[in-house]
């Protein structure tokens, strides 16, 4: 009777043994699976980004070519306004019209002038740690080095475009000692770019992350970092290790 108490304890305690590992396993391909399933969230969410920045490229080319066509129309009509004119009448006027022609010619073909907004770029850098480890923590990057267009505000780390157009954004992030830090590019509120700093949780082990990224962008647009999830690290703003934001407009 006793050796049979025992068997039985014995066999409770490998069922469940097996219970919890196959409850471990479970939690294990479930814990895999979500994270699948938010890289697809974030893959469909690109695809549709890079769809409508298709599209707008799309629909700029095709303004381009209409005001193209209409120039060349405009252009085709004023040489044959000179010719007619030249035909008309006598010598001395057909060389003082014909000087008018191609000075409205020139001025057909003249490149528009460049505005104070289209000329955008700056460059900032933090010049203490971040040790904040919250969830949604925003980045400032305090030190502007150059800020043409004025589209960077220090005091909150966003960049907001002062007109519309297409931009590239550039940036280092230092993480600290002993964790790991995620942070995404925010384009108003959405996820346009990520990065992932990780030390094996090792003391005195640091690491840089850098990324860039296109962007096509409307007036009053705004562009920022923010923490994925709460970190174990804290980033890094100092002389030997920079995390930097920077960003300029093509065109």
Partial sequence: MFDLCIMLT??????????????????MIVKQQQMEILQLQNSNHFLIKENH????AIRQLEEDNLLMRKD?????????????SEFKHNEPLKRKRSTTGENDLQNSRRAP???PLDH??????MSKDDPSL??????????????IGNGYLNNTGVFVAPSSGTYVFSWTLYTGNHGATYYDLMVNGEIYGSTLGETD?????????????????????????RSIIQTTAFILGRRSARTSFSGWKLY
């Fill in 201 to 225: 949780d090792v003391p005195g082990d640091f690491d840089s992350d850098s990324g860039t990224v296109v962007v096509s962008l409307n007036t009053g647009d705004n562009v920022y970092f």
């Fill in 113 to 115: 002038v460049v505005g």
């Fill in 120 to 125: 955008v770029a700056f460059y900032a850098y």
């Fill in 72 to 84: 060349i129309n405009l252009t085709i009509g004023s040489i044959s306004s000179t010719e007619h």
């Fill in 53 to 56: 920045s298709f599209k707008t």
């Fill in 10 to 27: 014995v066999f409770r305690l490998v069922l469940t043994l097996n219970i919890e590992e196959e409850i471990s396993e479970i939690r």
């Fill in 134 to 147: 919250l969830k949604h923590n925003q980045l400032v990057f305090d030190v502007v080095k150059i800020n």
